[in-house]
DNA sequence: TATATATCGGTATATTTTTATCGATAATTA
DNA sequence: TAATTATCGATAAAAATATACCGATATATA
């Protein structure tokens, strides 16, 4: 026996520090797809399904079966040949990778269109992040509340913002506050900053920046249309 | 002189369906730096630059000069040693790739807090893109305009959309109605969609869907501050 | 004018990501 | 109970992507 399917060995009991063993070799393309298997595990569950195939998730997401077994195995959830897996036991894992703290908080800058639109955007909640409060320049803005949240001028951040190592800022403000606001954020201690400006921030090494570039996802819509229409 | 450096060979004068060629080879990474080299090379040349270096917009973007060089190969556009590119022709290079198409009309698809927000978004006009106008079905939204363009009803577009290949549709409506408005859109003879719904869109293959998934970039952003706090 | 240096573009290598193959096995069917 | 089948997980191969190397050369400097 060379290779192939094995038994696997018992589950170790303890794995008290796992989170940093299991973030090991997990890989971004990985990452950005366990969100998309928890919506279709979302959707089967919510259908009473207990139990899921690889390729039934393959085949919801456009995936290859291969793809979505070697992604699930960073879960440490083991599926059974003939049945798949459990539904409820891979949300867990799933969810406990991608945000596995006991809770993140989110605060928006800059409540103008998109920051409105980011304020009502369901999938906060639904993924497990608290979108706290947001912070605006404009003193009619200021005080009211949008969405439910309160708008505060960023003056008062250091009294709202709870400084905690996996909080998230969402930048929305006009490209040319971006960096001073960025500046204010990190000086408050939000380590992690979601940026919808289209500008490169300067940020210390120990400050995560994610940015949101729309132009990008444009192009790459131009141009697979044209390559669609050559064949 | 196996390799190496090489006088470049003179252009061929006509080149008349490079397009198809010229996308030949060209891969997503690619395409989606494309804009963020046009942001910088905006940025240089509104400085006052002519020339720039494969190092100094690579330092811009957190790139390797190495990507910078090969990326920008596919633009035809070639750079002397010790001076760099002339950024104009780069920015027409670039251009010609990721939007070559005369124009392309782009239309939204639900107005409400994302859409409207879209709406605003600057990216399209400077990328030439034009937004042509949004659909909703709320009867308080049409006939009203919203960043000074006019909310249809979606029964009306056939009347509105000019079909043409290249057209682009937005869809920002909710969830429980994007199967059906995705129809709707293809039946009209649109066949590129960016998707902002977090719904899996079944379309014909003559269609191309592009999903902007921004739990994606939380997770993303989540995963990369753990792993930062583990060093 | 000779030498030094920045920077190009081609080829080569390394790394990452996807896809294929296959033995093992749990449930199903004959 | 035996054969069939779906599906797993491990290893292997292929494809895509990023990085490294290096000779050539245009400008700058000595």
């Given at each position: 026996?060379?290779?192939?399917?094995?038994?696997?060995?018992?589950l170790?009991?303890y794995?008290?520090?796992?989170?940093?063993?299991?973030?090991?070799?997990?890989?971004l393309?990985?990452?950005?797809r366990f969100?998309?298997?928890?919506?279709?595990?979302?959707?089967?569950?919510?259908?009473?399904?207990?139990?899921?195939?690889?390729?039934?998730?393959?085949?919801?997401?456009?995936?290859?079966?291969?793809?979505?077994?070697?992604?699930?195995?960073?879960?440490?959830?083991?599926?059974k040949?003939r049945?798949?897996?459990?539904?409820?036991?891979?949300?867990?894992?799933?969810?406990?990778?991608?945000?596995?703290?006991?809770?993140?908080?989110?605060?928006?800058?800059?409540?103008?269109n998109?920051g409105?639109?980011?304020?009502?955007?369901?999938?906060?909640?639904?993924?497990?992040?608290?979108?706290?409060?947001?912070?605006?320049?404009?003193?009619?803005?200021?005080?009211?509340?949008?969405?439910?949240?309160?708008?505060?001028?960023?003056?008062h951040?250091?009294?709202?913002?709870?400084?905690?190592?996996?909080?998230?800022?969402?930048?929305?403000?006009?490209?040319?506050?971006?960096?001073?606001?960025?500046d204010?954020?990190?000086?408050?201690?939000?380590k992690?900053?979601?940026?919808?400006t289209?500008?490169?921030?300067?940020?210390?090494?120990?400050?995560?920046v994610?940015t949101?570039?729309?132009a990008?996802?444009?192009?790459?819509?131009?141009?697979?249309?044209?390559?669609?229409?050559?064949?």
């Open positions: 026996m060379k290779n192939g399917y094995k038994e696997p060995d018992i170790e009991e794995s008290e520090s796992m989170e940093d063993s299991q973030l090991k070799g997990l890989r393309p990985t990452i950005r969100p998309k298997y928890l919506r279709v595990l979302w959707e089967f569950s919510s259908h009473g399904r207990e139990v899921v195939s690889s390729d039934k998730i393959a085949h919801k997401l456009n995936l290859d079966p291969i793809t979505v077994r070697k992604d699930l195995a960073f879960t440490g959830i083991l599926g040949p049945v798949g897996y459990t539904i409820a036991d891979l949300i867990e894992g799933i969810e406990k990778i991608i945000n596995s703290q006991s809770q993140t908080n989110v605060y928006l800058f800059g409540a103008g998109l409105t639109a980011l304020l009502g955007y369901g999938g906060f909640k639904k993924h497990g992040y608290n979108l706290i409060a947001a912070f605006d320049s404009d003193p009619a803005k200021i005080g009211i509340k949008l969405h439910d949240k309160p708008v505060y001028g960023i003056s951040i250091r009294e709202v913002v709870e400084i905690s190592d996996h909080d998230i800022a969402v930048l929305c403000v006009p490209e040319n506050v971006a960096q001073e606001t960025a204010i954020i990190i000086e408050a201690g939000i992690s900053i979601w940026n919808f289209s500008n490169e921030l300067k940020v210390p090494e120990s400050v995560t994610l949101e570039d729309l990008s996802s444009l192009a790459v819509l131009s141009v697979t249309r044209k390559r669609n229409s050559f064949k």
